[in-house]
């Protein structure tokens, strides 16, 4: 299964409300999950099973989807979530992951 | 608190083989749903590389699948990868990573190594 994110850039300003797509090449239920990764570290996971959010992470992110479209909304921008996101698919192996959505500061 | 590590080298030469292990912490190595590894070349995005279950069974990325292979040792309580025959193309950090919590994602992850392939 192909994922495609878009966009791929994204500049925004703190506060602001912000949508990243996962578009699927083949349909499927909800085994999507979205990750943050900050340049230098690891991926952290944000929310698995399209909606369900990650202990620990906070409420201003928010997932929705299912079949071939999935997005991300982090509801108010804040200067700590800058940085890149990716979808992933565990739901038919191989896993796949999106190219990645890079935010940027406006 | 669950912690992987990754270790190895950090410079293979060409057409040799990489080998990395992933020490586990905090969590039985056979209490968790999968156990994987992901890389990412500088500056590029994420690549699956593959999954191991306790039972042994193993699901790999097509495009590495005759190069590579994934192992559990239990009683060290750790999982490994080898990838042979590499090229300058497999330089990336490589990430171990696991899904303990549920299946449906990857829920912890080890800090990452940077493996070049050089001469």
């Known amino acids: 299964i192909q994922l495609t994110q878009s966009p791929s850039f994204l500049s925004a300003s703190v506060g602001d409300r912000v949508t990243i797509t996962c578009r699927a090449s083949?349909?499927?239920?909800?085994?999507l999950a979205w990750y943050q990764q900050k340049p230098g570290r690891a991926p952290k996971l944000l929310i698995y099973?399209?909606?369900t959010l990650q202990s620990g992470v906070p409420s201003r992110f928010s997932g929705s989807g299912s079949w071939t479209e999935f997005t991300l909304t982090i509801s108010s921008l804040q200067p700590d979530d800058y940085a890149t996101y990716y979808c992933?698919?565990?739901?038919?192996?191989?896993?796949?992951f999106g190219q990645g959505t890079k935010l940027e500061i406006k | 608190q669950v912690q992987l590590q990754e270790s190895g080298p950090g410079l293979v030469k060409p057409s040799e083989t990489l080998s990395l292990t992933c020490s586990v912490s905090?969590?039985?190595?056979?209490?968790?749903?999968?156990w994987g590894w992901i890389r990412q070349p500088p500056g590029k995005g994420l690549e699956w590389i593959g999954n191991?279950?306790?039972?042994?069974?193993?699901y790999y990325n097509p495009s590495l699948m005759s190069r590579v292979t994934i192992s559990v040792d239990t009683p060290k309580n750790l999982f490994s990868l080898k990838l042979s025959s590499v090229t300058a193309a497999d330089t990336a950090v490589y990430y171990c990573?696991?899904?303990?919590?549920?299946?449906?994602?990857?829920?912890?992850w080890g800090q990452g190594t940077l493996v070049t392939v050089s001469s």
């Open positions: 191991i279950y306790y039972s042994g069974s193993t």
């Open positions: 992933q698919q565990l739901n038919t192996y191989p896993y796949s």
């Open positions: 083949q349909a499927f239920s909800n085994y």
């Open positions: 990573a696991s899904a303990i919590s549920n299946s449906a994602a990857l829920d912890y």
């Open positions: 905090g969590s039985s190595i056979r209490s968790g749903y999968f």
């Open positions: 099973a399209a909606s």
